[in-house]
């Protein structure tokens, strides 16, 4: 039975390495920048295989939500030339992440204050992320529970609310448009928990649950996906339950490492060598016992 098993993992194994050499061989090409409205003075860019930017115009100046990559900055900046000429005053992150911040390399240097949680300016300063670009600018104003900005007679509002996706998440407000950009504790995918920089999958659900009764919003921009109504929060953390209980059952049965991994690319179609393997597995492992 045992050397059963041994063969068929063995055979997992390999198949999922070779599935991984031909995605690393011939990458996916990113999806290309498209700006969306939202309303008259708020869009989001999407595209280009980072996060989704959020877009507030005021008469004083741009407030912008996330950044993505430093490589991204003339494409941000093409895509907000198309709505107004004002400049980018201020750039809230939602967390350290490089397709969230790294494009602070670029608009610091060009004026813009960066504001983040104080924990993702120490993660920026610190290097936690894995293969991030060595010249990742952090905030320069930090905040641990809650600010809010006010430019052109607008108010925008950053709130940490608790862990999931990392340690450092934000939540960002906009109030007379009843949005909320929530970074990448809500995504198009299953979650991934950033375990080293203090993620959680069990308060995952607990913060978005504060999120969805601190403010009244109608309106949702996550961090990756398309703008959508408040359900997809709803949806969302409903099925990041549903996974949670489901991984936790398989670790109290015992399973080992390469079985849990096994289960996951099987049930949540979490690709071999990802971020989510990499980042989640072993921490969920241990959050869950």
Do not use: C
């Amino acid at each position: 039975m045992k050397s059963s098993f041994l063969v068929r993992l063995a055979g997992l194994v390999g198949v999922l390495t070779l599935a991984w050499v031909a995605y690393t061989q011939a990458p996916p090409t990113p999806p290309p920048f498209v700006l969306h409205k939202v309303a008259d003075d708020l869009f989001v860019i999407d595209g280009g295989g980072a996060g989704n930017v959020a877009v507030y115009v005021t008469g004083e100046g741009v407030i912008l939500v996330d950044d993505k990559f430093d490589r991204n900055f003339a494409e941000i900046m093409a895509n907000i030339k198309k709505v107004t000429d004002q400049p980018v005053k201020y750039v809230i992150n939602t967390h350290y992440h490089a397709d969230h911040s790294g494009g602070n390399t670029n608009f610091a240097p060009a004026g813009a204050q960066i504001i983040s949680t104080t924990l993702a300016r120490q993660h920026i300063l610190n290097k936690i992320q894995p293969g991030a670009p060595a010249n990742m600018v952090p905030a320069s104003i930090t905040f641990d529970n809650q600010m809010s900005v006010f430019l052109g007679g607008k108010e925008v509002r950053a709130m940490h609310l608790g862990r999931g996706h990392t340690g450092t998440d934000a939540l960002v407000y906009f109030p007379a448009r009843r949005v909320l950009h929530s970074g990448d504790l809500v995504t198009g995918g299953t979650p991934l928990i950033d375990y080293a920089a203090g993620g959680s999958i069990v308060e995952w659900t607990k913060t978005l649950d504060k999120a969805m009764s601190v403010v009244e919003w109608d309106t949702l921009i996550p961090g990756h996906g398309p703008v959508s109504p408040k359900t997809m929060m709803v949806t969302y953390r409903n099925n990041a339950e549903t996974l949670r209980n489901r991984v936790q059952a398989e670790v109290r049965a015992g399973k080992s490492e390469a079985e849990l991994a096994a289960f996951m690319l099987a049930e949540y179609k979490w690709a071999p060598n990802s971020l989510n393997i990499t980042m989640s597995l072993k921490g969920m492992m241990a959050e869950l016992k």
